[in-house]
């Protein structure tokens, strides 16, 4: 517990590198973003948390650009994505590395091509072998050097999970957006994966966004956590702060 | 219905419109694009090969009794040549493009789509629509005429044999009589069809595949529909080229 005070309370950048204001996104009558404020400053991991279906995914789905709000204004490195146009926002998403719940390896692929994918797309000057460094750098940082010639397909979740945050890491982006990344992986694999995401805050000095459910990598990764409640910031602060909040509705999620 | 239908029609002709728009902005994804005429034409080939051969050999063998009930056995080669190319090849062609190219790109990118790759290639700064699309539109259009001129050749030696079968033709008087008989307005009218069959073909799978929905579920309607729709229109395709054709006096 004293290695988690130590890292929810190590923070102190106050340069905002995602900054939210009056976001709304409806499906329908079905208002899953209704006005949310927030900001992610440099350096910073935040946790979004809230119930299954309030908007989470939605939310960093939003920052990327994969889909439109119906209101409100996103920045992302002081660059508004509304404004953003194509190239502008594939210039951007390079800044942006997203790890998908589903992990979204390219399945017909290998872990080499996967991992070349985006990196023969942005760094065309790169010779044979820069490219070859760089993406068994990814894996010795995930762990997993030997599964370059593998298919997803012959993996286990936790080592997919691993091999979609190196894809995640190889433009070496200033900010990740975690969707759900130990969901449906056993306790031990979800901690070593929290480990990691820790790991890389560490070494490349990344900010950002996870959207989980596990407390226990909330526990590990959180510099800041946001309840994300009626599409609302409801309520934010570190682990313990939230942990020790007398508001129902914050409470249930740390019984 | 009709609502739904129309609705459908729009947005199929918005994604078709998308084409245009992107196939001549750079970047052009070349390598993928030969490895989808690789995919396209050379997987396919076998199987539309044995087809148009047994087409060739069938129709032959059928057409027979009814000319020589009338003694104009020796016109066989003439008729056969001008339906198999005209028609029967490239329909054929395109009929069976449609059921494994239409229903492989519809499950491919539905399965995609599903599982968040394409939203991943989207995400990693490569514009999906431009990957995958683009490259398998191309590839269809370019490799289904050549499958359909392969598969003129071969179901005319289908014929030849055909006409072995039951009586002598040689090579030569054979062949002879199939050039003597097809002109122009023959082969061009019918290979500039099959170009308008392989566009159609890649459009919907691809249209199909990139809109699915519901999970495995809709991965399988978006296979079963591309063949479906694609089918439909080479025959709509085909029933507008023979009213150009016929308009134009080439029939």
Known sequence: ?255 | MIKNILIEVGLIARFTARFFREVFKPQFEFSEFLRQCFYIGNKSFPLVAITAFIMGLVITMQSRPTLVEFGAQAWLPKMISVSLVREIAPVITALICAGKIGSGIGAELGSMKVTEQIDAMDVSGTNPYKFLVVTRVMATTLMIPILAILADGISLYGGYLGCNIHGVVSWDLFWNQVFDTLVFADIVPSILKTFFFGFIIGIIGCYQGFNSSKGTEGVGQSANSAVVISSLLVFIIDLLAVQITDALNLN
């Not at chain 1, 945050?165 to 929290?194: M, N, Q, W």
């Open chain 1, 1 to 255: 517990m004293a290695e988690v005070d130590e890292h929810n309370t190590s923070f102190n950048s106050t340069e905002s590198v995602i900054s939210i204001k009056g976001l709304h996104k409806a499906f329908g009558d079905n208002k899953v973003i209704n006005g949310f404020n927030f900001d992610l400053k440099r350096g910073e991991n935040v946790v979004v948390l809230g119930k299954s279906g309030s908007g989470k995914s939605v939310l960093i789905k939003l920052i990327i650009g994969l889909m439109k709000p119906d209101q409100g204004t996103i920045e992302v490195l002081n660059d508004k994505v509304e404004n953003l146009n194509t190239s502008q926002l594939d210039e951007m998403r390079v800044k942006v590395g997203f790890l998908f719940q589903s992990n979204a390896l390219y399945d017909s692929m290998t872990i080499r091509e996967n991992l070349e994918f985006p990196l023969r797309r942005h760094r065309k000057k790169n010779s044979k072998e820069d490219v070859n460094n760089l993406v068994m750098e990814a894996l010795n940082n995930v762990g997993l050097p030997h599964t370059v010639d593998m298919m997803p397909s012959e993996l286990s979740g936790g080592m997919r999970k691993r091999i979609a945050l190196a894809r995640t890491l190889i433009l070496k982006p200033e900010i990740i957006l975690y969707d759900e990344p130990t969901t449906g992986l056993d306790p031990i694999t979800g901690k070593e994966i929290s480990n990691l995401m820790l790991d890389i805050q560490k070494k490349y000095n990344t900010s950002s966004i996870i959207i989980s459910h596990d407390i226990n990598c909330v526990k590990i990764v959180a510099n800041r956590i946001v309840m994300l409640i009626d599409g609302i910031c409801y309520a934010t602060g570190t682990y313990n702060e939230l942990e020790n909040s007398t508001d129902t509705r914050v409470k249930q999620f740390f019984e």
